[in-house]
């Protein structure tokens, strides 16, 4: 009897150990047929932090270009006028422009803002109007600058929204003068963001160049040039032999008066003290 349980006992244990590895197999070969990997979870984690570097946006770089060039030119007011032509042509205007004279020698100062993509085309067209003595090229990279605005500005339009719903509920005069104060102060960083952004991207999109045009020295410039030379170099030596008369004028009456102190002081020598040696 006891026999009869223990086979009996024995065949319904292999045929649940049967099962299960049957169910098993079929887990197995599904997956398999389904593409799935063991270790799931694990894989798809990984397998998502990779889609999301490879489909990662990339940031746009925010540069403020500028350029400073020192260059000779035949004519100072025909270079400044051409160079006018050149920041019209390229869609940009002229943030100051002035012409002076200093020593007979004609100078153009000029600072024009261009778009940024007419940043160099402009450099070149107006480095073809002289002879660059000096040129500085460059550029500042605000990207981290403007993106730190950009989210500092987002969280701040947030703060600006929940203060508004918090202005509605309030009860007490105390409650809505405190929300109102940290309203106003919230909406003042707002504006003083959106001015620092705005001059930012005014800045990226219109490059800065500053020309300085001179002309050649007129010694070199042609005859009137050494006339005008040769008449200041006689200038020169006039007003150096005026200021010799004008020493010698001080200096005269002085030297007679020490001339006449010594021949006095000979005399008396020579003259009296013989006569208190004997």
Do not use: W
């Not at 719903?165 to 707002?190: F, N, S």
């Not at 200021?243 to 001339?259: E, N």
């Amino acid at each position: 009897m006891n026999n009869k349980y223990v086979v009996i006992f024995a065949f319904l244990l292999l045929i649940v150990t049967a099962g299960c590895i049957s169910n098993q197999k079929f887990s197995y070969q599904d997956s398999l047929t389904a593409g799935i990997p063991l270790t799931g979870m694990d894989y798809s984690l990984q397998d998502e932090g990779t889609a999301n570097n490879k489909n990662t946006i990339p940031v746009e770089r925010k540069i403020i270009s500028s350029a400073y060039l020192h260059m000779e030119v035949d004519s100072a007011e025909s270079a400044v006028n051409k160079i006018t032509n050149i920041t019209q042509a390229h869609g940009g205007f002229i943030s100051s422009s002035s012409q002076s004279s200093i020593g007979g020698r004609n100078n153009g100062q000029v600072t024009l803002r261009v778009p940024q993509a007419d940043f160099y085309p402009a450099i070149e067209e107006i480095e073809a109007l002289g002879t660059v003595g000096s040129k500085q090229v460059s550029g500042q990279d605000v990207t981290g600058e403007f993106i730190d605005l950009d989210a500092r500005l987002g969280n701040l339009k947030k703060q600006e929204l929940r203060l508004q719903e918090i202005l509605k509920t309030a009860v007490t005069v105390k409650d809505v003068l405190e929300v109102e104060h940290e309203l106003e102060r919230v909406r003042g960083e707002i504006e003083r963001l959106t001015g620092r952004l705005n001059f930012l991207n005014q800045s990226v999109e219109m490059s800065t160049i500053m020309v300085s045009a001179v002309e050649p020295t007129s010694f070199v410039s042609g005859g009137s040039g050494v006339v005008d030379t040769l008449r200041q170099a006689a200038g020169g030596f006039i007003e150096s032999l005026r200021s010799i008369v004008i020493f010698t004028g001080y200096i005269l009456p002085i030297l007679l008066f020490i001339a006449l102190i010594l021949i006095a002081s000979l005399g008396i020598k020579r003259k009296i003290v013989p006569r208190f040696r004997t």
